[in-house]
């Protein structure tokens, strides 16, 4: 049965919601999209639908927010809005509908990040919390836990360069880049682990190449789906 | 919760004067006239309205006219474009010493978003982070003056201005006129909670002025306002 963090949305009934939502977590890492497809296939290959979101992919202001993180400068409460708004709406057009259907929605990352970015930008707890409140309680959220100097590595892989925004470089923590990367993130990092226990985070190494850490995702996540009579047949065989 | 957060700012320099009211109040009008006022007196003057971030506008525009908006999206796409206004430009010109006059603050959103649904609470946390105005007038125009206003000056409803999301009535103008009349009563209830300085809308234009000026100058010591010209130095040319 599921339920919402407080009052919830106007007008969404949680009860009837058959489908699961689960939640990956962690700092800005490349590597988090690679492991999503390849657990996406694994639970594709069992015969399960599944629906994927994550943070600036929403139809009514997804292209918005990304066009004014070229180059302007948010004030922190607009920012933090902008986000719940792109949030809210893949939530009641996206999450909703999909887990109505019985779909599995895998989402990478979730109100945490959101969070955990707002405050250390310095939203009030209590402020960023009520802001949220609309969200539903996942089945499962993992936490990819990355050291920071692995995140530098996955990043620079990745583009050759590390993303303004990602390195925090709005708030001022040092105008050197890889300077600021470390600090900002070993701050959203803090914040998680005080997240941790308070929303059930599942934590899972994430300082290893993406396929074992996909694998033990696909395990984890294959104990929350009801299987189908021959998967675990097929399970045995998939190439993970 | 809401003091708290607001009284980090209690100390700004400037002052803060909100418009309530429905649509075809006249809180426009009064809120034009009283900024002439201020200007032609000299007095440092800024004013803002709702909806008009140019950045979020855009987003806003696009999902009215596809009709995305849900009462969620609605309450925080609004909360966004009035954040965006708030921290590029109320909140610097507050701290530099102006008077800050804006047309709708967040007890319209208070209004709206609790007539669509949303949790009154959640929708008040949303704004905390914004200062009480000094003084916050409430056009009080009965349903049916504020309505004929409207109607006649501005024939075409749009979706969203006509509460239509709401299923009260497929017709724009009925549903218009049941969404402002519990607008109307959500308003009612705020006045005693926030404090409103209600000016009767049905007075001669000129009549809500003298309240308005009055009012202002009762609580705001208008000339700690003036405009400071700084003159040149006087610099002797060499010969």
């Known amino acids: 049965m599921k339920r919402f963090y407080g009052k919830g949305l106007p007008g969404v009934d949680p009860e009837g919601l058959s489908g ?99 405050i250390v930008r310095g939203a009030d707890r209590d402020w960023v919390k009520s802001l949220y409140s609309i969200a539903l309680v996942p089945d499962a959220v993992f936490y990819l836990q990355v050291n920071v100097r692995q995140l530098v590595e996955n990043n620079l892989q990745q583009n050759s ?14 105008r050197e880049l890889f300077d600021s990367f470390i600090k900002y993130q070993r701050l959203i990092q803090n914040e998680f682990h005080r997240m941790q226990s308070e929303y059930g985070f599942e934590v899972i190494n994430g300082n290893r190449p993406p396929r074992p850490v996909a694998r033990e995702l696909c395990a984890r996540v294959a104990d929350l789906v009801e299987p189908l009579p021959t998967a675990s047949i097929v399970a045995s065989n998939a190439s993970l | ?24 109040s006249g809180k426009s009008t009064q809120v034009y006239l009283l900024k002439r006022f201020m200007e032609l007196s000299g007095l440092k003057v800024f004013f803002t309205e709702w909806n008009s971030s140019l950045i979020v506008k855009k987003a806003t525009k696009k999902g009215k006219k596809r009709q995305l908006l849900t009462p969620t999206t609605f309450a925080l796409i609004h909360a966004t474009d009035f954040a965006d206004r708030y921290e590029r430009q109320i ?51 009965p349903l049916e003056v504020a309505l004929k206003r409207i109607l006649v000056g501005r024939p075409k409803l749009k979706f969203f ?23 109307y009563s959500e308003y009612r209830k705020m006045i005693p909670e926030f404090g409103f300085f209600t000016v009767d809308g049905t007075l001669p234009i000129e009549r809500q002025q003298e309240l308005m000026r009055a009012a202002v100058e009762a609580k705001i010591d208008l000339p700690c306002f003036a405009s400071r010209v700084l003159r040149p130095k006087k610099i002797s040319l060499p010969r």
Request: with cysteine; proline share 2%; hydrophobic share 40%.
């Open chain 2, 91 to 141: 909140r610097p010109l507050l701290r530099a010493g102006y008077i800050v006059l804006s047309d709708r603050y967040s007890y319209t959103a208070f209004a709206r978003d609790a007539v669509r649904g949303c949790d009154p609470e959640w929708v008040r946390q949303l704004y905390s982070f914004a200062v009480k105005p000094d003084i916050t007038f409430f056009f009080d125009a």
């Open chain 1, 161 to 174: 360069t590390l993303d303004y925004w990602d390195s925090g470089m709005d708030i001022g923590l040092s």
């Open chain 2, 1 to 24: 919760m809401i003091s708290r957060i607001s009284s980090q700012e209690t100390s700004y320099a400037g002052r803060l004067i909100a418009v309530e009211g429905l649509d075809g």
């Open chain 2, 161 to 183: 201005e006509a509460g239509m999301d709401l299923g009260f009535s497929s017709d724009t103008v009925e549903s218009f006129r049941i969404f402002q009349e519990k607008i």
């Open chain 1, 20 to 118: 699961k939502l689960i939640v990956i977590e962690g700092g800005d890492d490349f590597n988090r999209a690679t492991q999503l497809e390849m657990v996406k296939d694994c639970l594709e290959h069992n015969g399960h639908a599944t629906v994927n979101v994550g943070l600036k992919r929403s139809t009514l202001v997804g292209r918005e927010l990304a066009e004014v993180q070229q180059g302007n400068t948010l004030g922190p409460a607009t920012l933090s809005l902008f986000y719940a708004t792109d949030f809210a709406d893949q939530l009641e057009n996206r999450i909703v509908p999909a887990l109505r259907s019985g779909i599995i929605v895998l989402a990478d990352r979730y109100i945490y990040t959101l969070m955990a970015r707002d």
